[in-house]
């Protein structure tokens, strides 16, 4: 009986350093799960910033375009530099409140 009750702790205390070990290695599978998805917010993040960049550079061009457009039309009209100041004032106006909506 003796020996039995020794293999029984035995296997006690095999089980308990099984399921110390199972334990650790969780943690481990969650600490690598959670730098991944770190890693996957920071890819995203600089994305973002990348495509962010050329919605803005898009938008600089067609403004540019836009601009050369009226000037050339403008230009060509009577009254044509009156225009032309308004729109100016305009695209500032346009430019600042991007600016603010940007913030």
Known sequence: ?????????????????YEELLTGEERALIW??????????????ALQDEKLEQVNKVTDLERLE??????????KKPHGKAILQAVQ????????????LSS
Do not use: C, P, Y
Request: hydrophobic share 40%; charged share 30%; glycine share 6%.
């Open 89 to 100: 004032l305009a695209e500032g106006a346009s430019k600042r409140e991007n600016l603010n």
């Open 32 to 45: 690598k799960a959670q730098a991944e998805k770190e890693e996957g917010f920071q890819e995203l993040a």
């Open 66 to 75: 836009a601009e050369l457009d009226i000037t050339w039309h403008v230009e």
């Open 1 to 17: 009986m003796n020996g039995l009750q020794s293999n029984i702790e035995i296997l006690k205390v095999s089980i308990e350093r």
